[in-house]
Nanobody
């Protein structure tokens, strides 16, 4: 069963930075648009960012624009989410998945092969 693998989460103070990685053992990530989602306790899964597999277009939730950057390193078969100026409200489990049907980038029903997630905690 194909499953993406997230890493890079941890504990960081407000204003700090983390870089999350999304890897895909067994297949080539550059064939797919990849999305990052997050889910905090008691909340619905929320689209954070997405990067296209075609022209490299990127998309961001309004809440993270200007602070987060998604990128792709095809040589390493990895998609990254650089998170700067982190806020306590960014605290969540972060997941990556690949897009498999035509839908809005932030719609989780368009994605599959979700990883287990990586915890990001922003706290003093």
């Amino acid at each position: 069963q194909v499953q993406l693998v997230e890493s890079g989460g941890g504990l960081v103070q407000p204003g700090g930075s983390l870089r999350l990685s999304c890897a895909a053992p067994g297949f080539t990530l550059d064939y797919y648009a990849i999305g990052w989602f997050r889910q905090a306790p008691g909340k619905e899964r929320e689209g954070v960012s997405c990067i296209s597999n075609s022209d490299g277009s990127t998309y961001y939730a309004d809440s993270v624009k200007g602070r987060f950057t998604i990128s792709r390193d095809n040589a390493k078969n990895t998609v990254y989410l650089q998170m700067n100026s982190l806020k306590p409200e960014d605290t969540a489990v972060y997941y990556c998945a690949h897009l498999v049907r035509s839908t809005r980038w932030y719609d989780p029903t368009g994605y599959t092969h979700w990883g287990q997630g990586t915890q990001v905690t922003v706290s003093s």
